[in-house]
């Protein structure tokens, strides 16, 4: 076995065999999916006991009492429990506004003292229409909030129907002006919803983003730690500096690779059952597009090793992780500025600012991963030479070329780095080593 | 010749850390290389081990210049020692043996042995930061010749081992040789090289300012030193001219005398003042020409690397 597969074996196996790191592999994706699951999970949740309402129509027009008696239609539980109690409503004439503010007032110190959950106040706009109505809670129940907003929408559009003297039902107005969702198709007729595609987009570049500065920022430590424990000296008197440089790399970028191929793994396995939870979570169109996903890993992969040469050249200068700390920022935000830009490059994927980011290594692992998953699922066909996958090549072969470049220069400064303690290489002296 | 340092330097920055040291080596037998704290023996120590490159000149082995799998036959005890502290034993010693192309098999039935032979067997399976200071150093002299090499480089090889350890590393050390080895150690302490040493090789400021069979060294020095043991006031012991240097222990000094003095006179004069309970005649120590040899070297480049081992 060559002494690089050795480092490479001992530097995998030492991360992968921690505890730590099955604990991130399950619980990374426990708490995405919670973040995405928990709201849409909470907002379905039953009420578990009737809320009490009170409503103040200062409108003079009933819609109160219609109000009161739509709500009253909804059951807390399957035994036909109401959902909501203690329903008041309080009918002020229009021209009695003390009477107003004196209702408004005691009814607020209710709410104050938790005797009242909800205080519906109707209210008529300038115009002697009923529209500013307001509610005044300290809870944040959303499922009755919407629910309110709806009865009262119906409501409200009735009067001002009837109003507008329109000689037609007020029912069948309403029901014309339905809203419409509509359905987002791709040219192929599969349909595609835009949201899915988004929440893939971003959960793919957190987990590229995620992955790399965790097991870059592993890695410095690692050579931070082999030369203030003196081992490298040991290490270096066995192998050359260059088979250990890239021994870690390739070691800590299979851990890397391990991980996100578990993640895909559970993710395809979720996917089957997704849309048992959910339609929206019904990743697998996109997620078992094989183009999407061999892309993915290699843009990961090549990523890892371009930035992985960047947390090995700060291991090598660095005596501590103190000092090597002050220079991820700019790491950071090489990796985040897709992020950044995701606005633009949500509405127009194809657009050339779009491309020419893609293009640039730095940016490329993020970037075409981003563009990939936007773009790839709305296309009929695939061409290796054109259009997104053509681009996505293009993107690769530099993104390795740099690559390449980055780990015989990062060698070459690695290789008298290891052996410099207690003393920060001035620029000078890095160039000096490169040249050697 | 089976190693040779062929005119090396070595300058970091403007400071110059080994100039155009030579140096032979042959199979088979004990090298020490002696000098004060900074006199270069790191680096040139480094520079054998290909670890550091040469500004100029070139390091031999069997006639060819040194590359990477020199470091296969060499087993190196860097000065500064280093493990990794959650491996066990076991696990160090066959990693650092594969590290030196040696399979995990062939590894295995060495590491028993090895650990029986320096008194931690019943360490094996514990992971070494629980080790001792003491320990973790026979650990990694372990680890420096488990692939049984033809080369054995210790850098300061008995700082931190107490007396008992040494003796366990000294009779390692002397069995190697026995069965042909060729051993190169830097150390400070004068009375180890002495004793172990075949041949010497003293570097002060970057310099070689010795080199040679001990035996000769000693003989070139001539038999010009004096142990004097004595009550009274010796501080006038000092000027007594034709004494070159004195190394003072308050009742008992070491005196190195001028070439072919009359050892008698200084008798003399000494006898007059202090009453003498020891005067030995003896040849010099390594201790003694390292003193004298370091002083020199300091008196004749005073610029040179101060802070570079």
Known sequence: ??????????????????????????????IMIAFMVLPSLL???????????????????????QFIEAIKEYDLDDDNNPAYSNLSLIEIDYFDSSSFI??????????????????????????????????????????????????????????????AKINLPVDSVLSLTERIDLEIVNTTGDSVNPRTKLIFAFTSIMILFMTLMTYGQLLMRSIIEEKNSRIMEVLISSVSPFQLMMGKIVGFGAATLTQVMIWILMGSVLSLFGSMFSAELSLGQILFNPVIIIFYVLLLVFGFFLFSTFFALLGALFDSDKDAQNFLLPITLLLMVPILLS?????????????????????????????????????????????????????????????????????????????????????????????? | MLLKLNNISKSFEE???VHNLSMDIQAGLIYGIIGPNGAGKTTTIRMVMNITIPDSGEVLYKDKKIDESFKNIVGYLPEERGLYKKLTLAETIRYMGMLKNKSSKEISSKIDYWLKRVDLIEYKDKKVEELSKGMA???????????????????????????????????????????GKTILFSTHVMEQAEKLCDNICMIAGGEKVLDGKLADIKEDFGRNSIHLEFEGDGSFINEIS????????????????????????????????????????????????????????????????????
Do not use: C
């Not at chain 1, 690089?4 to 990374?28: D, M, P, Q, S």
């Not at chain 1, 629910?147 to 009067?159: D, H, P």
């Not at chain 1, 998953?373 to 530099?398: D, K, R």
């Open chain 1, 1 to 30: 076995m060559s002494k690089f597969w050795v480092i490479f074996v001992r530097e995998y196996l030492n991360i992968v065999k921690k505890k730590a790191f099955l604990a991130g592999v399950i619980l990374t994706p426990l």
């Open chain 1, 43 to 65: 907002g379905d949740l039953d009420l578990s006991e009737a809320e009490s309402i009170a409503v103040i129509d200062f409108s003079g027009q009933k819609v109160g009492e």
């Open chain 1, 102 to 163: 004196a209702a408004k007032d005691s009814l607020n110190e209710m709410v104050i003292d938790e005797e009242l959950k909800f205080l519906l106040v109707i209210e008529n706009d300038s115009t002697r229409q009923p529209s500013s109505t307001s509610l005044i809670t300290n809870s944040d129940n959303f499922p009755s909030i919407r629910r309110f907003e709806r009865e009262l929408t119906a409501i409200i559009s009735g009067i001002k129907l009837n109003h």
């Open chain 1, 343 to 436: 606005g633009p490059i949500i509405r127009e994927p194809d657009s050339t600012l779009a491309i020419v980011l893609s293009m640039i290594p730095v940016f490329a692992p993020t970037m075409m991963t981003m563009r990939i998953v936007l773009i790839v699922p709305t296309l009929a066909e695939y061409s290796l030479f054109s259009g997104i996958i053509g681009q996505a090549i293009v993107s690769l072969v530099i993104l390795i070329i740099t690559t390449i470049g980055m780990i015989w220069l990062v060698g070459k400064i690695f290789r008298v780095g290891i052996l410099m303690y207690g003393k920060r290489p001035t620029l000078p002296e890095i160039v000096k080593w490169v040249k050697q």
């Open chain 2, 15 to 17: 400071k110059v850390a």
């Open chain 2, 137 to 179: 150093q026979k650990l990694q002299f372990i680890t420096t010749v488990i692939h049984d090499p033809e080369i054995i480089i210790l850098d300061e090889l008995f700082s931190g081992l107490d007396p008992l350890n040494m003796e366990v590393i000294k009779s390692i050390i002397l069995e190697m040789k026995r069965s």
């Open chain 2, 242 to 309: 034709g004494i070159k240097s004195v190394i003072d222990f308050n009742n008992y000094k070491e005196l190195v005398l001028e070439k072919e003095r009359d050892t008698n006179s200084i008798l003399k004069q000494i006898a007059d003042k202090v009453t003498v309970k020891k005067f030995d005649i003896v040849d010099p120590s390594l201790y003694d020409i390292f003193i004298e040899k370091a002083k020199q070297a300091s008196l004749s480049a005073p610029a040179t690397a101060k802070e570079i081992g």
